[in-house]
């Protein structure tokens, strides 16, 4: 028996409580969770009907742990080493995954269990309950297929390591694998959340000259300030096309879109200079449509790239970011503003609308 945060209802909330969890065959891993991120994406999942793991489910993607025991076919890891899970599946086979593009998988399932086959992961009372994401981490125990982990080092704290499969490798890796950030370019990033502020600190890693935060929140502009923002502007107060254009002469070179409405891409455009890119990362809901003028975008000669996980590569880019933070040069510590228990998810989702607050994580099971 493992304890675990169910959601049985959409809506409903997270409800701690003991469930079943399988013994670990073929590529799997059995890990001991150390800390479990509270990423906006699982809230959805749990009150919206969206995306392929319906009620009962056990949510949670943002995992740091300890291996406690490895299926007969792994080859990757061995009990006691440390490691972060992230929700990009990869089937290491396909052409996508041959050419290092695991977040363009063509055969994500197959690092997924055939329940017909081989009964499901998690369990309650004899019947299978959903794995978030292939890894179900609000829970003391999580049971992945290996290509969803990466290994870490042992000195890497546990909360703030749990961060890098999603929100770090997404935001960082926007920066410096979608958009390949260049020293001297210009920099600005709308939506100074936990995705955003990493953009932040990729863009000032990669010599960016001028860094610019755009939020409708002052405490979500102070934290990116600390994270390395050179400029800031509250576009609930100002208009932040014309603020960005004026404070960079003329527009930026890359503008990151971390919200993911129709209303924030027509800015992005906007405050993108001649020739610029325009990075699509967040996607809030639906995101709505998108109008385009034809030939403003072609006598502007911009483009938009949209960009899942950061472009990102795990077993490449995750022992990066941890060596970079451990050099200090990648502040992750400044993204964890509380640590709960396993039974105060539901508080920990209220606390993140606080704009002084980055990211909530369990350490506690």
């Known amino acids: 028996m493992v304890r675990a945060a169910v959601v049985d209802v959409l809506g409903g909330g997270f409800g701690v409580q003991d469930i079943d969890l399988a013994r670990p065959e073929g590529r799997e891993v059995l890990v001991e969770v150390r800390a479990s991120g509270l990423c906006h994406t699982d809230l959805t999942v749990a009150t919206h009907a969206f995306g392929d793991f319906p009620p009962p489910v056990v949510l949670g993607h943002e995992v740091a742990g300890v291996v406690a025991g490895i299926g007969p076919?792994?080859?990757?890891?061995t009990t006691g080493d440390h490691v972060v899970g992230c929700l990009v599946q990869w089937c290491g086979g396909?052409?996508?995954?041959?050419?290092?593009r695991v977040h363009?998988?063509?055969r994500p399932g197959a690092t997924l269990r055939d329940p017909q086959r081989d009964g499901p992961r998690l369990s309650r009372a004899g019947l299978p309950l959903a794995q978030g994401m292939g890894l179900g981490g609000f829970a003391a125990r999580a049971l992945v297929h290996e290509n969803q982990l990466t290994a870490v080092p042992r000195r890497l704290p546990f909360a703030p390591a749990a961060l890098l499969g999603c929100g770090v490798l997404?935001?960082?890796?926007?920066?410096?694998?979608g958009a390949r950030v260049r020293p001297g370019e210009s920099v600005a990033v709308i939506g100074a959340g936990g995705v955003g502020l990493n953009a932040i600190a990729?863009?000032?890693?990669?010599?960016a000259s001028r860094v610019v935060a755009v939020d409708v929140r002052d405490g979500k502009l102070r934290h990116a300030r600390t994270f390395g923002a050179t400029d800031v502007v509250n576009s609930a107060s100002a208009d932040a096309v014309a603020a960005v254009r004026e404070l960079t002469g003329g527009g930026v070179r890359h503008t990151f879109d971390v919200v993911g409405v129709a209303a924030t891409t027509e800015q992005a455009l906007r405050m993108t200079a001649l020739g610029g890119s325009v990075y699509v990362v967040g996607l809030a809901g639906t995101g709505g449509e998108l109008t385009l003028s034809l030939p403003r975008l072609l006598l502007q000669q911009k483009a938009i790239h949209g960009l899942v996980m950061g472009s990102g590569n795990p077993r490449r880019d995750i022992p990066r970011y941890a060596d970079l933070y451990l050099q200090g040069r990648m502040n992750l510590d400044g993204l964890v503003s509380r640590e709960i228990g396993l039974d105060e998810i539901d508080a920990g989702y209220a606390a993140a609308r606080d704009p002084e607050v980055a990211r909530v994580v369990i350490t506690s099971f």
């Open 104 to 106: 363009q998988c063509a």
């Open 170 to 177: 997404t935001g960082a890796g926007s920066v410096l694998n």
């Open 94 to 100: 396909c052409p996508a995954c041959l050419d290092g």
């Open 202 to 207: 990729a863009a000032r890693i990669a010599g």
């Open 73 to 77: 076919h792994v080859t990757e890891f």
